[in-house]
Structure formats: structure tokens, C-alpha cells
């Protein structure tokens, strides 16, 4: 079931589940700030409540808020009891590659049973040892690793054969969806998910084409209901 939807906008989760198309949600901290969430962690655990009660059984990722190792033990463990279907993500290291944030998720995933989704990652090899360490879900940046020059097709493609390969329960999740054809492309590619943003989801429905034949439907439809 390939689609999540990467937001922290209630509307939105709310369009698109009553249209049967999401089967999860991702967040961050910077679409939080975005979709409005103030008020610090209080902010950020109503809406994420919202949101797990909103979509359960499928799954809502969050982010801890933290790089000290300490600090995300404790927040992994708060955010996973706010809601049974809640992973939380951990990026795959510091903000100048301090190299403690695997340590947390193996220990989190592995002797606390807390389901973690490792982020921030733009390479097939990072994803494999956020994988080895026993990540659930791999988050690789497939708009953000185009924007850097090479195809993230191919990053994803490695990275599938590897998990299958040595038999990783990771799953990928493919994020930073820039435009409507990165989804079914990053899926082809083996993307176990791609979280797409809204408007992105929106533009998959909406064709010029289709609209016009639509139009044409309605129109003679209309002419067929004045002859009668
Ligand atoms: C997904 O999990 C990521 O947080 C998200 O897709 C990042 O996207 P961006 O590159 O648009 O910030």
C-alpha cells in the first residue's frame, strides 16, 4: 500500500483518507512550523494525536526534536506513547555528523520496541546501516538528492536489492516529492512508499484532458436530457 502523505495539515489528511488513497502520514518539524503547529512540544503532540486517531491503523511518523542522545531516548519513548501507530524518526546522525544517532535507534528498536523511521538520508549505503541497526522504515530524500545531481532512481533500486538481499525488514520510504511523476517513478524503482506532498497528490487526479472530457459528458448529457 504505497502512499503516505507528507503533511501536518488536518484538512489535507482529511481530503485524502475519505478518498481511500493514503495509508499513512509523515511529518517534520519544518512541515509542522508550516501547517501552523505552535506551542512547542504541546503543540506538536496534540497534533500528532489528531492525526494517529485520524488515520490508526495506518501508521503517522514523528520527528524527535533532539540530537542529544539522552534527550531522544526520552522524547522516542514519549512521542511512541502518545498513540500505538506512532514511529518516530531519528535522523541518521548529528547536524555535523556526530555518529551517536544509531546507537539510539538500535537501542530504541531493538530492546524498546519502538518502531523508528531513520530521515534525512540521501544515499542508498546510509539507508542500509540505518537498516542494519534495525530501523523499520528507511527515509530517503529522493527531490533533494535530484536537486544534488544525481538520480535517486538508482539509489533507490540498490537499496531494495540490498534489504531483499541480506533480508532487512526495513521498508523505504522515498520523501521530498517535487513533482506529480516521483511517485510512480520512485515506486518503479522499488520504494517500498513514497510520501507525497498534497498539492502533488492533487496533481496524480487532475488531468487538462480528463477535465475536458468530463466537460464533453456532462454537456451532451445535458442536450440528451432536453430531447426527451
Ligand atoms: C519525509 O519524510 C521528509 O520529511 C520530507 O519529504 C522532506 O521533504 P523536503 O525535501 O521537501 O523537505
Known amino acids: 500500500m504505497p502512499i503516505f502523505l507528507d503533511t501536518g495539515n488536518i484538512k489535507e489528511v482529511e481530503r485524502f483518507l475519505k478518498m481511500g488513497i493514503i495509508r499513512g502520514v509523515t511529518t517534520n518539524p519544518t512541515i509542522l512550523l508550516k501547517d501552523g503547529v505552535t506551542g512547542g512540544m504541546k503543540g506538536v503532540k496534540e497534533r500528532s494525536i489528531e492525526i494517529a486517531r485520524m488515520i490508526a491503523p495506518y501508521p503517522l511518523s514523528v520527528e524527535v526534536t533532539t540530537n542529544d542522545s539522552k534527550k531522544m531516548l526520552e522524547q522516542a519513548q514519549e512521542l ?34 519502538i518502531r523508528i523511521n531513520v530521515t534525512a538520508m540521501m544515499s542508498a549505503q546510509q539507508c542500509l546501516l540505518a537498516a542494519m541497526a534495525g530501523a523499520s522504515y ?4 529522493g527531490g533533494r538528492v535530484n536537486n544534488m545531481g544525481y ?26 516529492t517535487r ?11 522499488g520504494a517500498h512508499y513514497v510520501t507525497v506532498a498534497p498539492n502533488l497528490l492533487e496533481g496524480m487526479i487532475v488531468h487538462p484532458y480528463s477535465k475536458e472530457t468530463v466537460q464533453m459528458f456532462l454537456a451532451d448529457a445535458a442536450k440528451a436530457e432536453k430531447t426527451k
Open 80 to 113: 511512541a506513547g502518545w498513540a500505538g501507530n506512532i514511529n518516530v524518526k531519528i535522523t541518521i546522525h548529528g547536524p555535523n555528523g556526530e555518529l551517536d544517532n544509531l546507537s539510539v535507534v538500535h537501542e530504541l528498536e531493538e530492546k524498546r520496541n
Open 138 to 141: 528507511v527515509s530517503i530524500f
Open 151 to 176: 538520480n535517486c532512481c538508482e539509489e533507490i533500486s540498490k537499496l531494495r536489492q540490498a534489504l531483499d538481499d541480506f533480508g532487512l525488514k526495513a521498508k523505504i520510504i522515498v520523501g521530498s
Open 179 to 189: 513533482e506529480v511523476l516521483n511517485v510512480i517513478e520512485w515506486l518503479g524503482a
